[in-house]
């Protein structure tokens, strides 16, 4: 009789719970739940106007994934529960919530529903960025030791920054939350009935190195109530896969798997997919392509590299250097292209061929000479997380003329998107950490045109993974790993992980071109992102300045 | 009984003709009709496919225009034909075309229809901008003195660039051709037997100054064979509003109008506007807001204004010296918006509402605060007239976040427009030309919003035309001069011309905050348009590299 775990992803727009067996990792059954209230950016459900750059979510509908979604995914395994012998899950991060000390929600209690700072904010609530800047200003000052590991700038995107945010403007809100906790932590406790702290949320998005959080000190100097965040983030920090607990006969009551069987303590999505895709090697990147791009890989020594969002000892998988680089809009810029500015006639004619629009577009696009549209565009539409770190960016698109077409402007998305992630490889290896091997997962390897000018522009093989659901399975493999069926998650890796679908190798013709147009690409990124102008800048605060405060 | 005059106005996309009363410059009917093959942009009709940047016409569509509008006109009007008493008729410029020496066209031989040089070439025809290039560095090398009356640039949309175009790519359809002539010249040729050059379209868009045309020895050292050019163009000059003949009995039948009347010279569309608007005396600015913009004045004496388009004497109005400059693309642009970037679900709203795409976009954007959309345009999509003479700059759109909604990035359209129209004001008055007055006139004043931007934008009272037909009107007013009923153009605009329907005054707070937000337009303008930085004519180059040529 088999053995199985249970692995689950907390997404964006979605979750997913998959039924894996722990001998090769084969999928027996997933289910996805799609959040009721999506990512919450224009008005509190039933409540107030956000200003711009918000990204809430409802706790309640990550909870909603656990109670419907890993059911479900049992049932379509066919398979006896008693089997399921660990479950472990990731979230995106740093996607973070206030709690009371029982690991209520704020947002969850009815006097605090109607304060958009009592909600869970997501990892793209890009409004922190003044409290991001005041903090990169005062620990390069003070020469606090840990900048470095964060490529010399802390993101507004993490813990200490929406934290400060919080205080800030609503200093309530932050008094009355006992705890200051990542989504998959919490979702960890509902599971064991204990908190604990994932080590790679508290390494990249929580700025603690070498155990430490940053100095009581430090933080008065941001705030003299700020401190009070300390007792806040504490508890005991797990490894990667370790075993957080075991399932409650609650929790057991409302997933479905049996009570007792081993929790592996959180986690951050794309760190498992490293797992998944057999990445975890030093010297393997992952990049996993979808509403964002994260950029993961493992290394034997520290080297703190300008502009990456991080190297956190243990961070990705236990006993190595692990190293995060990401973009914060890629699959999220394409999407919006389709929503707000695909026109109607592609829409119609899409529809008559009975395709996804992105598809037309791709159809259209695809055999465009590299450079025959005339345009060029920069991918910060969501911001810029590494290697600007500075989320007061936004897109760019030059070249627009009145025979422009559609599928010239997505084609360029795509580019743009691709110059970017080169722009982070690059950084790596100009730092002496040397990428071997690209491996790409996610949503986007769907589509083939993308993986095509991914490998031209980054000028080498990349090879796509083979798996649905390549998250959730990441959180399988730890669950395995906690559950004690393997030593390590290198050794569960090499048993549980996916295999390549597919390698796409660059074309010389091609790569050719596209090195001339990242070129302008690198001019434009550092003219409009390091100071060339400050326009950016000056329209992001204008168009704050319009908006009212929550 | 009442004396009538027949304009015609020849646009980019239709002709028009009205009837007019020679008393007071009522209208009395009008008709409009479409080009049968509009602007040719991408293929000849059954022909070969074109390069970008190219933009021609169909000669039979001008034609059609004056054998279907003006007597259905006529008939509107429900006047005797025979109480038309001349004829009048404007075009666009420089929209010049290529004939034997008995006019007719080549694009209308057989051996030379497929030929893509052997067609009218519109003005917004772009691909000639090397040899514009190379014309304004020989001109500066040599210190050609005419140069200055251009701003110190000639402009790729003009004849001698079109030109030294055809002749470099099709040599044969050079030689071929006996009359190198603009399509106003050519239609009144049609209607009164005998070719004449208007002063206003030799002067401003083909270097005749002081009488002269560009010399032989200037012209070859171009190309060896370009002095061929001057006996194309040569011919009668005539001044605006000159009677160039009668109307000839053959041309008498198939328009309607009794024959012997007499026959306007030729005219640029937005000069004869200016006596539509009675904007003829110094100082008063006329804008005409459509497909481009034609910024129109007249004044006493010759300043040399940098950048802006022209100036020649007696070039819009006899006696005075007339300025033009003007800005590529407007109208354009926000077709272009509507065509290919407009999304499913606004064309449906605005079917839902019953109201055009524009009115819907105006409606949602009208109530922004000024930078709430944190968005800036350059309004380059169709290259830049005035004051960079530059049609290889294409358009810029900085500032798009994952929030950015289409009401947001069309009104950062709109105010890009206001933007390079404050441009090209500021160069004539830095120059010391004063612009006392601004009247606009055009099918883009229908937009109340754009009229308020543009009031904001450029912080003067803006006065809007009260007339359907307004170039039509003026050519009307023209064909009142040449058949005698008025002394001079001054004379007939003050009892013809047309009444302001309303005036905008600029709102002092947004006013203000338009200031700063046109201060980060000029800077993003000199950094992509004035050197800081050449990509825009990097993606130029490569776009056309990788098309075929004709």
Known sequence: MGRYVVGVDLGTLSGRAVVVDVADGAERGSAVHAYRHGVVTERLPGGPALPPGWALQDPADHVEVLRTAVPAAVRAAGIDPTQVVGVGLDATSCTVLPTRADGTPLAELPELRDRPHAWPKLWKHHS???????????????????????????????????ALEVLEEDPEVFRHADRWVETADWLVRLLCG?????????????????????????????????????????????????????????????????????????????HVTAAAARSVAPGRMLAVLGTSTCLIMNGDTCHEVPGVCGVVEGGVTAGRWGYEAGQSGVGDIFAW???????????????????????????????????????????????????????????????????????????????????????????FEAAGVAV????????????????????????????????????ALGAAIHAAVAAGAYPDVETASAAMGAKHRETWHPDPARAAAYDDLYADYRN?????GRGGTNILHRLNTRRHQSHPSP
Chains 1, 2 share one sequence.
């Open 194 to 270: 204990r908190e604990t702290r994932n080590a790679s949320a508290a390494g990249f998005k929580g700025l603690c190195q070498d155990g430490s959080s940053p100095a009581p000190d430090f933080l008065a100097a941001l705030h003299p109530e700020l401190p009070d965040l300390l007792p806040k983030v504490d508890g005991p920090l797990l490894p990667p896969a370790a075993r957080a607990g075991a399932l409650t006969a609650e929790a057991a009551g409302w997933t479905g798997l049996p009570a007792g069987i081993a929790v592996a303590a959180g986690a951050i999505d794309a």
């Open 337 to 427: 292209y389709v929503d707000r500015a695909l026109p109607a006639s592609y829409a119609a004619e899409a529809a008559r061929r009975g395709m996804p629009v992105q598809d037309l577009l791709d159809s259209l696009a695809a055999d465009q000479p590299v450079g025959g549209h005339g345009l060029l565009a920069l991918d910060w539409h969501s911001g810029n997380r590494s290697v600007l770190m500075d989320h007061e960016l936004s897109g760019v698109l030059v070249g627009l003329t009145l025979a422009t077409r559609p599928e010239e402007i997505w084609r360029a998305l795509l580019e743009a998107t691709a110059f970017g992630a080169r722009t982070v490889v690059e950084a």
């Open 436 to 471: 071997d091997e690209l491996t790409a997962a996610g949503g986007l390897t769907a589509n083939r045109l993308l993986l095509r000018i991914y490998a031209d522009v980054l000028r080498r093989p990349l090879h796509v993974l083979d798996a649905a659901h390549p998250a």
């Open 128 to 162: 922190a960025q003044r409290q991001a800047h005041r903090i990169n200003a005062l620990a390069a000052e003070r020469g606090e030791p840990w900048l470095a590991r964060y490529g010399g700038r802390v993101s507004a995107e993490w813990q200490l920054a929406k």
């Open 524 to 528: 434009l990124h550092d003219h409009f």
